[in-house]
Nanobody, 115 residues
Framework: QVQLVESGGGLVQPGGSLRLSCTAS????????VGWYRQAPGKQRELVAT???????AYADSVKGRFTISRDNGKNTVYLQMNSLKPEDTALYYC?????????WGQGTQVTVSS
């Protein structure tokens, strides 16, 4: 089992920045990739960014050049640095971890971009 805890969400003005954190515990050796997803009210959950065990990254087109995913293996933590935030980035952001056989989700952290 893997437990994921997100933090770092909040209210920010357009153009501002936030850094989300996802800290893993449990059977973290089994994790192959970690991703950030988001879900806005009335919309489907969408993939924002992923990072593999070997730190290969991928991003949704809507966040390329603005968001950066990274990892600190010593702290069992994956970060999502979000810059130049837009109102359309407002959503509940979830951390996801995948192993060969399982998939795990955090509880989510709210990001609201508004003036």
């Amino acid at each position: 089992q893997v437990q994921l805890v997100e933090s770092g969400g909040g209210l920010v003005q357009p153009g501002g920045s936030l850094r989300l954190s996802c800290t893993a515990s449990g059977s973290i050796f089994s994790i192959n990739a970690v991703g950030w997803y988001r879900q806005a009210p009335g919309k489907q959950r969408e993939l924002v960014a992923t990072i593999s065990r070997t730190s290969i990254t991928a991003y949704a087109d809507s966040v390329k050049g603005r968001f950066t995913i990274s990892r600190d293996n010593g702290k069992n933590t994956v970060y999502l640095q979000m810059n130049s935030l837009k109102p359309e980035d407002t959503a509940l952001y979830y951390c996801n971890a995948k192993s060969v056989l399982n998939e795990y989700w955090g509880q989510g952290t709210q990001v609201t971009v508004s003036s």
